[in-house]
């Protein structure tokens, strides 16, 4: 198994702003995900966090609203920018190990909300 | 996408067996079929999975339709402790489709 932390657990932001969440793994990981789950919803995948090469966006997220850096095997982070009140959301980071793809560890999420 | 359609919702008595349904009637050969649960203010944890028999672990049990356009997660005895939303999700490679989730709500 693995143990995730983010940064910040919550926050509150103005229209405009931007806000950067940060993923931390205690093992060395292959894969991170990204997921957006919008208030009473499902999770929604925002992107995979590729180490050492650019972010792999599904449909309907693009780069210059979400950047996401992969510096290394156990850290990420994700870049909400340019906010507005639809983007109030908990955003939420995985990680799969290399062995197997079949469980993925979820961390605790990031609430944010945008004024 | 492949996608997934379970009921928004369905209520068990505690330490009854709960079957917890659904539909993917688009699954491909390659898909694998996954089970988590999201406690409130939790991220989602592993339930089980599967690919096309049935599995049992621990916590709970997964029965696969044999077209595979169906499947149904039991909990053979369900606790306070198992009250979440469970989400059926389908693995695309390496990534995962959630549905829309089904809250469960067990009733003392």
């Known amino acids: 198994s693995a143990v995730i932390s983010q940064k910040p657990s919550r926050d509150i932001c103005q229209r405009g702003t931007s806000l950067t969440i940060q993923c931390q793994v205690d093992?060395?990981?292959?894969?991170m995900f990204w997921y957006r789950q919008q208030p009473g919803q499902s999770l929604t995948l925002i992107a995979t966090?590729?180490?050492?090469?650019?972010?792999?966006?599904e449909s309907g997220f693009v780069i210059d609203k979400f950047p996401i850096s992969r510096p290394n095997l156990t850290f990420s982070t994700l870049t909400v920018s340019n906010m507005s009140p639809e983007d109030s959301s908990i955003y939420l980071c995985?990680?799969?190990?290399?062995?197997?793809?079949?469980?993925?560890?979820f961390g605790p999420g990031t609430r944010l909300t945008v004024l | 996408d492949a996608k997934t359609t379970q009921p928004n919702s369905m209520e068990s008595n505690e330490e009854e067996p709960v079957h917890l349904p659904c539909n993917h009637s688009?699954?491909?050969?390659?898909?694998?079929i996954h089970w988590y649960r999201q406690l409130p203010s939790q991220g989602p944890e592993y339930v089980i999975h599967?690919?096309?028999s049935n599995v049992n672990n621990r916590m709970a049990s997964l029965a696969i339709a044999e077209d595979r356009k169906s499947s149904t997660l039991i909990l053979h005895r369900a606790t306070l402790r198992d009250a979440a939303v469970y989400y059926c999700?389908?693995?695309?490679?390496?990534?995962?489709?959630f549905g829309t989730g089904t809250s469960l709500t067990v009733i003392p």
């Open positions: 599967g690919l096309t």
């Open positions: 688009t699954i491909s050969g390659t898909d694998y």
């Open positions: 999700i389908l693995r695309t490679g390496n990534q995962f489709y």
């Open positions: 966090a590729n180490q050492g090469s650019e972010a792999t966006y």
């Open positions: 093992s060395q990981v292959t894969m």
């Open positions: 995985s990680v799969s190990g290399s062995s197997s793809y079949n469980e993925q560890f």
